[in-house]
């Protein structure tokens, strides 16, 4: 994950992981245009999920 953040440059890195699996979960910083979204199929905590307005109707 460390690796990943200090050679992305200016590219795009998507990491999908279960956060409570890996030892090393990444925090915003703007000044290194590092930013996490957390998908937590919440409504009112993170991102529900990676496409906007899609919900589980079960919730």
């Known amino acids: 994950m460390q690796f990943l953040i200090s050679n992305a440059l200016n ?3 998507i990491v999908i992981e ?3 699996k ?3 979960v990444p925090k915003t910083d703007e000044a290194k245009s590092i ?3 957390e998908f937590t199929m919440n409504k009112h905590s993170g ?3 990676f496409l906007n307005d ?3 109707p079960e919730n």
């Open 11 to 13: 590219r795009q890195v």
């Open 35 to 37: 930013r996490v979204t």
């Open 47 to 49: 991102r529900y999920g």
């Open 54 to 56: 899609v919900f589980n």
């Open 18 to 20: 279960h956060k409570d």
């Open 22 to 24: 890996i030892p090393f």
